[in-house]
């Protein structure tokens, strides 16, 4: 019965996981169309007016763009880290040795499985930092996409966090699971307030 337990659940898992993967590239998407409509020729003369260099805003979009490549790189990296781990819940378990040595296992991957959805976070956080001084210095013309942009990084904030929740859970190294718990909870909180902080002031700009 546990066996067939394991392979429900990792099946079901791995079709949640190519969900996720597919929303992460709808979000990539977006982004990219956020992105055309934020450097704009009135991006110049609003620069200047808030002392703020052309080449600047430029730069932060740059770095826009990279961390977009990045977070689709990483729910790729995401998925690879998943399979091993799926693996890992097939892995027998009759005798005191081999319990001992699927615990060994299941541990270090579920370490992986958790650190990278952390990265996504971390990565989120990021994005929504230069999301925040665009919607801020960027084209009025585009300030809706900066607010889309925001809603996009809250969501891919508040799936990954899950995805570490879920991984900490099964970790028998609760202080390593704490640990990325808390991890988890400070940029789940930093970035929500920001996301929202964001998403108000774009609102505010077009009410």
């Given amino acids: 019965m546990e066996g067939n337990i394991d392979k429900q659940d990792t099946g079901e898992a791995k079709t949640d996981r190519g969900k996720e ?29 808030e002392y703020r260099s052309e080449e600047e805003i430029r730069e932060l ?50 370490l992986d499985a958790s650190l990278v959805p952390l990265e996504i976070m971390e990565k989120s956080l990021e994005g929504l930092e230069i999301v925040k001084i665009l919607a801020e210095k960027g084209s009025r013309m585009a300030v809706s996409d900066a607010g889309v ?41 930093k970035g929500f307030a920001l996301a929202d902080e964001v998403y108000g002031a774009v609102l505010q700009k077009l009410i």
Avoid: C, H
Avoid at 23 to 47: H, L, S
Avoid at 86 to 110: N, Q
Avoid at 150 to 176: C, H, P
């Fill in 21 to 49: 993967r597919g929303m992460m590239r709808t979000y990539a998407t977006q982004m990219e169309a956020a992105r055309k409509g934020i450097v704009t020729p009135e991006m110049k003369a609003v620069a200047k007016k």
């Fill in 61 to 110: 979009m740059g770095r826009l763009e990279r961390l977009m490549g990045q977070l689709v790189t990483l729910s790729d990296r995401d998925e690879e880290v998943f399979a091993p781990l799926a693996a890992a819940y097939a892995l027998p378990s009759g005798t005191d040795e081999e319990k001992a040595e699927k615990t060994r296992v299941m541990e270090g991957r579920l």
């Fill in 149 to 189: 942009a925001a809603q996009f990084l809250r969501a891919s904030l508040g799936g990954a966090v899950m995805n570490v929740y879920i991984n900490t859970k099964s970790m028998k190294d609760r202080a390593k699971a704490e640990e990325l718990n808390a991890r988890a909870k400070e940029l789940t909180e």
